[in-house]
């Protein structure tokens, strides 16, 4: 489920999206430690929103790099 408040984060870098999610991880940790159970909910919806993006991009690029999904592995005799 996307945060109501963000729009399109496809304008956003991979880089400054990595960034939101460090930054958004310390104010959940920080809410965590106060107890506030409305922002830990607000915080989790957000960084679900940036992750869904940036997972989005990885399974992209990776596709486009073309990497076989099988490892050989062969006995030398």
Same mark, same amino acid.
């Given at each position: 489920?996307?945060?109501?408040?963000?729009?399109?984060?496809?304008?956003?870098?991979?880089?400054?999206?990595?960034?939101?999610?460090?930054?958004?991880?310390?104010?959940?940790?920080?809410?965590? $430690? %106060?107890?506030?159970?409305?922002?830990? +909910?607000? *915080? @989790?919806?957000? &960084?679900?929103?940036? =992750? !869904?993006?940036?997972?989005? $991009? %990885?399974?992209?690029?990776?596709?486009? +790099?073309? *990497? @076989?999904?099988? &490892?050989?592995?062969? =006995? !030398?005799?």
């Amino acid at each position: 489920m996307q945060h109501p408040f963000i729009s399109d984060l496809s304008a956003k870098s991979t880089e400054d999206l990595q960034k939101t999610l460090t930054d958004l991880t310390g104010k959940l940790n920080f809410a965590y $430690r %106060m107890q506030n159970q409305p922002m830990i +909910q607000q *915080i @989790q919806l957000a &960084i679900t929103s940036y =992750k !869904e993006e940036y997972n989005k $991009r %990885m399974d992209a690029l990776y596709n486009k +790099q073309n *990497i @076989q999904n099988q &490892i050989k592995i062969s =006995k !030398e005799s």
